[in-house]
């Protein structure tokens, strides 16, 4: 059974700074999508970014950006030059890749970390 | 594009009352998921409707747990009776295109069972 753990319950930074989040997964499957969703006090889960595993290059979206090492089954979140919108609830989540044609119906479930705490202090 | 829109938005009950939970998915957005995301837990799934079809609800706790997608687009979920285990966060994420597309999310339900 696949499994995510975050081991950062909280983290704080100071505006404009960097911060770096962790995540680490396991796994047997070789092909599968890994995931960092941002959860603000709204509540509403919002998707940060997305990697595929059989791409080797990180992804970026702007400020945010992976490292991910599938070697060591790891997936951190680089958040640069930190904004107090950023002051969020992070989680990695991975889904496997079944690239059935007959999958249409997109079974595939989400397996999420408990999440990350992060405040970006003024 | 309008977003998954839930509600009520927040809802406060006694145990042992019963209560439903409403979703409106993205217009066309086949795939349908219900969450349960307690304080400090990441989401966990209830259940997973494919058009008006269940795809999983190997999670959902039947014996008080209900959910159904009459025609395929809106979507309740019930609990009845509840307990004090069931406050939460109720999340509706729906999926439209292909598998690999994202999910959306609306803002939750926050149920207090008191």
């Known amino acids: 059974a696949q499994t995510v753990t975050q081991s950062q319950p909280e983290m704080s930074v100071q505006e404009a700074e960097t911060v770096t989040l962790s995540c680490t997964y396991d796994t047997s499957e070789n092909n599968y999508y890994l995931f960092w969703y941002k959860q603000p006090p709204s509540r509403q889960m919002i998707l940060v970014i997305r990697?595929?595993?059989?791409k080797q290059q990180n992804a970026t979206e702007n400020r945010f950006s992976v490292n991910f090492q599938k070697a060591a089954k790891s997936f951190s979140l680089k958040i640069s030059d930190s904004q107090l919108g950023d002051t969020a609830m992070y989680f990695c989540a991975f889904m496997k890749h079944e690239a059935a044609f007959w999958d249409a119906g997109n079974n595939r479930k989400l397996i999420w970390g408990l999440g990350t705490s992060l405040a970006v202090n003024p | 594009e309008a977003g998954v829109a839930q509600s009520p938005r927040y809802k406060i009950i006694e145990k042992r009352q019963s209560v439903a939970f409403w979703c409106n998915p993205i217009s066309g957005h086949a795939t349908l998921y219900w969450y349960q995301q307690i304080l400090g837990q990441g989401p966990k799934l209830l259940i997973q409707?494919?058009?008006?079809?269940?795809?999983?609800d190997s999670q959902l706790p039947k014996d008080r747990f209900s959910a159904e997608r009459l025609k395929g687009v809106d979507s309740t979920l019930k609990i009845q009776p509840a307990k004090l285990e069931d406050s939460a966060v109720y999340l509706c994420?729906?999926?439209?295109?292909?598998?690999?597309?994202?999910?959306?999310f609306g803002n939750g339900t926050r149920l207090t069972v008191t």
């Open positions: 409707f494919q058009n008006n079809g269940v795809v999983d």
């Open positions: 994420a729906t999926r439209g295109g292909g598998a690999d597309s994202p999910l959306h």
């Open positions: 990697q595929e595993a059989y």
